[in-house]
């Protein structure tokens, strides 16, 4: 088999770890493998270095280093914010809202949290994807305790209007809560000045490693524990902490965070780019998401006529890598529940495309994706006895 370049435009489903991450990583696997709980020397250095990760996530948003907490990943911090919420003020009020486009991590938390007794208003979008803060303000009732609003979807892109939501859970004295999972790295984020009360953040999409992430905690906020045990992480998540990984979120935090604006010039123009070029060469295709609120590496286009599993098989084969819905629903055919929130038909809906350009991707990629895709749309149009029978006209007025 020769060696087949391969175009990695998935970055929202995860990043590679950067060098000089993983490098700072290595050193607490071998030689500073003491448990940070022990009171001899060598543990010392495995404390010392959880501190420099925890001021380096606090810097990186505007919180202070005793805000916090490190976890699992986005999955364990968005159960954390939603549950730990929930249970510690129940005497107050069993309502939360949240909106239709979240994650499953916090989806699936409120469904669960919703067999347990609390109410859910799931906030409806607009066709590009945006809350609109009025519906906030009319679906607040004096039982609820908890807003939890994702700051960038991980689909569309869309970036949400945080701070004026954010603001209104304020005046009502309700904690905000978002997944900003998505958002570290591409939106320079300020905890302090955008009133938010607890935010998830995850560094494998970050260009550090997988399984360890952070929630910041204003300190004041009232909350349950979800992982029971030890006193680690000043007793609030049991378990002892997973060192290395911790170091390189610390690390890729403070490397993500230095250049935003440099980096998303750079991405937002490859992108921009492609998505024009894309747009020119297909027809009956459609952008979905914000024109100019969105992340500034996220496409994420339906075209008629198309399964988006097949467009994915087609690309694999050429080398690139893409998905279509979200990584967590691609293998089961469920149309994507953030595309049918911004009104599109489930038949369009099953044809889309997102491709997420990171630090890897050159303009070479670009051209190459868009010499290949153009192709594979059309033998897969060709394929298609729906494309045949609408006479190849399209049918679609979103
Ligand atoms: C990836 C992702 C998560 C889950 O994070 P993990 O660290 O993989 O558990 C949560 N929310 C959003 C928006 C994501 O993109």
Known sequence: ???????????????????NVVEAMLPYFTRHFGNPSSIYGIARYTKQ??????AQVA??????????????????SDNWAIKGVAYANRKRGNHIITTKIEHHAVIHTCQFLEKEGFAVTYLPVDKYGRVDPAELEKAITDKTILVSIMYANNEIGTIEPIRELAAIAQKHKIYFHTDAVQAIGNV???????????????????????????????????????????G????????????????????????????????NVRIRALRDRLLKGILERIPHAYLNGHPTERLPGNINISFEFIEGESMLLW???????????SACTSGSLEPSHVLLATGLPVEISHGSLRLTLGDVNTEQDV???????????????EMSPLYQSAGKKGGCNV
């Open 1 to 19: 088999m020769g060696e087949q370049r391969i175009i990695y435009m998935d970055h929202s489903a995860t990043t590679y770890t950067k060098e």
């Open 49 to 54: 270095a959880i501190d420099t990760a925890r």
């Open 59 to 76: 810097k990186a948003i505007g919180a202070e280093p005793d805000e916090i907490y490190f976890t699992s990943g986005g999955s364990e």
């Open 188 to 230: 320079p984020i300020n905890v302090r000045n955008e009133k938010i009360d607890l935010l998830s953040l995850s560094a494998h999409k970050f260009y550090g490693p997988k399984g360890v992430g952070a929630l910041y905690i204003r300190n004041g906020v009232r909350l349950d524990n979800l992982i029971h045990g030890g």
């Open 232 to 263: 680690q992480e000043k007793k609030r998540r049991a378990g002892t902490e997973n060192i290395a990984g911790i170091v390189g979120c610390g690390k890729a935090i403070e490397l993500a965070t230095a250049d935003i604006e440099g980096h």
């Open 315 to 325: 690309l694999d084969d050429e080398g690139i890598c893409a998905s279509t819905g």
């Open 367 to 381: 051209d190459t994706v868009l010499e290949v895709l153009p192709k594979v749309v059309s033998r897969l149009r």
